[in-house]
Structures are given as structure tokens and as C-alpha cells.
């Protein structure tokens, strides 16, 4: 059986600069992703579908346990529903799991120092995609070039 998993990618773009994306370092401590940048993320839970882990992981390890719509409202477009994400997912398919990430696009960047960090992340910071920090994981780039944020 496959498992599983899903994260958001929140995306912004500044008047005539390469967009931004905003990335977590996961701690050191973690199975997957040491020490790694990357999006939120973690497993379904068997009464989830995988938009509904998305919005769920983002809560809790980024919003410190405030819907994503209500932390980042300042951020979102007007009208922002999660359903409108569904049609933006870039799965990554490994082995015995899946991947499935989530395309949000901000029309505000704010301080990454506002995120309620829990203890699997130990810092966040919006990345240029054209110039990602290391180390990131190789599904964080093909995201980027999934989503063309390198055209936007």
C-alpha cells in the first residue's frame, strides 16, 4: 500500500523580481529531511484526503495550531478558498509513497519570522527560486519548475 503525504509551497512575486518561496529548515533530529529546506508536510491521517493533510501539517507546524486561512489572511488573495488549491498539486511519487504539494500564491510576502514554528523546523526564510539554499531537496526544485515559479 502506498502512503500517503501532502504540504503546501507558498509562493510570492515582487513587481519585476524573480519569485519567492517560503521554506522551513527542518531539524536535525528528523528521519526525513535533516537540516533540509523545504515545505510543510507530513502523512495522511485515514480520514484525510491529501488537501485536507496539507491545510492540517501547515497548521501544525507552521501556524502554531491556527487555521492556515486565519494565520495567513493578510497574505491570501481575496476570496481565497482551499478548494481553488486542488487544481495546483505537484505529486512526487517515490517507492511505497507519494507526495502530493500544494501550490498557494501569496499576494503579500510578510516576515517569515511571524511563522509558529514547532520543534520540527528551526528557522524559515522566503528563497529566491532562482537561488534556493542548501541543502534543499531535489522536490522542492521540481516543484518550482512544475508550477513554472521560474517564469512567473
Known amino acids: 500500500m502506498i502512503k500517503r503525504n501532502a504540504g503546501i509551497l507558498f509562493a510570492h512575486r515582487h513587481a ?5 518561496v517560503l521554506l522551513g529548515k527542518r531539524a536535525g533530529w528528523l528521519k526525513y ?7 510543510t508536510g507530513g502523512s495522511c491521517h485515514s480520514n484525510e484526503d ?12 507552521w501556524c502554531g495550531g491556527i487555521e ?20 495546483q498539486v505537484y505529486i ?12 498557494v500564491l501569496l499576494e503579500k510576502k510578510f516576515d517569515a519570522h511571524r511563522l509558529r514554528l514547532n520543534s520540527e523546523y528551526t528557522e524559515a526564510k522566503w528563497a529566491s527560486v532562482t537561488d534556493l539554499p542548501e541543502p534543499h531537496l531535489r522536490s522542492i526544485r521540481l516543484a518550482i519548475s512544475h508550477f513554472r515559479l521560474d517564469e512567473l
Open 68 to 87: 492556515v486561512e486565519d494565520f495567513f489572511s493578510d497574505a491570501l488573495p481575496i476570496g481565497f478558498h482551499r478548494e481553488t488549491v486542488r487544481q
Open 50 to 61: 491529501v488537501l485536507q493533510t496539507a491545510f492540517r501539517e501547515t497548521k501544525e507546524e
Open 16 to 20: 519585476g523580481a524573480a519569485c519567492e
Open 33 to 39: 529531511g535533516a537540516h533540509h529546506w523545504l515545505a
Open 92 to 103: 512526487i511519487n517515490y517507492l511505497l509513497w507519494q507526495f502530493h504539494l500544494f501550490l
